[in-house]
């Protein structure tokens, strides 16, 4: 009988990406607009400082995702035209590493032998790629995906601090921006661990910790020179 089990390995590629995006967005922006407003300045810059941090990091996670994740991909694709090669000037020795990855694994010889034959047979090179190299449709490098996952989510994330900048009293703030923040932080790990099938507490603790930690100093060095740190 067919059995169909729901993995959320598919989902790490874009889920990384977004994790990161949303969770710098949120931090980013609300330690900048807490600097700024540590060092006295007023609403409008203060909204100012933080829609320019906005369009600065979502571009810049944009780029960023897209430079590291396409390195990624040109080292995958650099493997991969080294192992057809490999493949085509010396099938033997390709096969018999083939065998030997399976033997390591807990096959027996023959039976490892056997299945890199049959493996090789209906595709060598994808074969070398998912045992050997560790490459698969499942985890490969899209720089595309990233940048705009990264982007988006940087970009929904930045909106929340500035939100609350816009409807909070500057008197109150500091404090405000803080406490709305870590939440939005909490409920940012809770969705994310869901999605990714983590235990839910530990990740939104972690990034609670860290996001506050960020706030904390941000907040502590324009209070301290008087300047958006």
């Not at 008197?171 to 235990?199: D, E």
């Not at 603790?205 to 008087?226: E, K, P």
Request: no cysteine; proline share 3%; aromatic share 4%.
């Amino acid at each position: 009988m067919p059995h169909t089990e729901r993995h959320r390995i598919h989902r790490i590629g874009w889920l990384r990406a977004a994790v990161l995006g949303a969770n710098d967005g949120i931090v980013s922006t609300a330690s900048l607009v807490l600097g700024v407003a540590a060092a006295g300045s007023s609403s409008a810059n203060i909204l100012l400082a933080g829609i320019a941090g906005l369009v600065a990091g979502a571009m810049s996670m944009a780029a960023g995702e897209y430079v590291s994740v396409s390195s990624q991909a040109d080292t995958e694709r650099a493997d991969l035209e080294r192992e057809r090669r490999e493949l085509a000037n010396d099938p033997k020795l390709e096969h018999a590493e083939l065998s030997a990855i399976y033997v390591k694994r807990g096959l027996a010889p023959d039976l490892a032998h056997e299945v890199a034959s049959q493996l090789t047979d209906h595709d060598a090179l994808a074969a070398h790629a998912r045992d050997e190299l560790g490459i698969s449709e499942i985890v490969n490098a899209r720089p595309v995906q990233a940048a705009l996952a990264s982007a988006g989510t940087f970009a929904v994330g930045a909106v929340l601090p500035l939100i609350v900048v816009m409807l909070i009293p500057p008197a109150q703030l500091m404090w405000t921006v803080s406490a709305s923040s870590l939440i939005f932080l909490a409920l940012l790990g809770s969705l994310s661990a869901r999605a990714g099938g983590a235990p839910i507490m530990l990740a939104a603790t972690r990034v609670t910790f860290w996001g506050a930690m960020a706030m904390a100093i941000t907040a502590g060095v324009g209070s301290l020179f008087g300047v958006a740190a």
